[in-house]
């Protein structure tokens, strides 16, 4: 069985940041794709960034610039680096990874709150 947990987030000033962190646990035999996604509400979950395994990354135009996705391999873990936070970045954010246990499968966490004021 394989869990993804994540923390860092919070309450914070716009202009502030913020470090989300995705930890990976379980059967871990290898970690493809990591992503980060967000859900305001009333809205769908978006997609804001995604690292691969090589790690390429891509970003959503609305973070592009201010947001950073990394990993650490040899901790089972992504990061989600969020500067210069709006208003609109308000969400809960989930972390999802493609992990090989003994096959690959997607799992989800369950989410963290990030909350900016204005």
């Known amino acids: 069985q394989v869990q993804l947990v994540e923390s860092g987030g919070g309450l914070v000033q716009a202009g502030g940041s913020l470090r989300l962190s995705c930890a990976a646990s379980?059967?871990?035999?290898?970690?493809?794709?990591m992503s980060w996604y967000r859900q305001a509400p009333g809205k769908q979950r978006e997609l804001v960034a995604i690292i691969t395994s090589g790690d390429s990354t891509n970003y959503a135009d609305s973070v592009k610039g201010r947001f950073t996705i990394s990993r650490d391999n040899t901790k089972n873990t992504g990061y989600l680096q969020m500067n210069s936070l709006k208003p609109e970045d308000t969400a809960v954010y989930f972390c999802?990874?493609?992990?090989?246990?003994?096959?690959?499968?997607?799992?989800w966490g369950q989410g963290t709150q990030v909350t900016v004021s204005a």
């Open positions: 379980g059967s871990i035999a290898g970690i493809g794709t």
């Open positions: 999802n990874a493609v992990v090989r246990s003994r096959v690959w499968n997607t799992y």
